[in-house]
């Protein structure tokens, strides 16, 4: 069962997305992807809130979560979120490993 982290950073003047950038351009995000137990690891625009970033975080296991937060990674995230005063809301979920039911399915092209 993994575990799906939705973080908003919100932030003013493009910064949000500045720092989803600079994640990006550095390198940082691509060494997250490749941590052993990441399945997950994108930034998404909200259409209607320029100053906001959806990070979606999915980890293997609780274990994998608890290595990656335990490394350095995380002290140059710390230091890009302070550069970028960005604050932070976030949503722990788990994925249902029964699917889709039946009555969903039919909503999903595929």
Do not use: C
């Not at 997305?17 to 600079?22: N, P, V």
């Not at 209607?48 to 335990?70: C, F, G, R």
């Amino acid at each position: 069962m993994s575990i799906i982290i939705n973080l908003y950073y919100t932030g003013t003047g493009g910064n949000a997305r500045k720092f989803a950038e600079e994640m990006e351009h550095s390198g940082t995000a691509a060494l997250i992807r490749r941590e052993a137990g990441n399945e997950r690891y994108s930034y998404f625009f909200p259409m209607d809130d320029p100053e906001t970033v959806l990070l979606i975080d999915i980890w293997k296991d609780q274990q994998s979560l608890d290595l990656h937060h335990a490394s350095p990674m995380m002290e140059k995230i710390a230091r890009l979120r302070k550069k970028y005063d960005l604050h932070m809301r976030a949503e722990r979920y788990r994925t249902d490993e029964s699917g889709f039911p039946a009555s969903d399915a039919e909503f999903i092209k595929q």
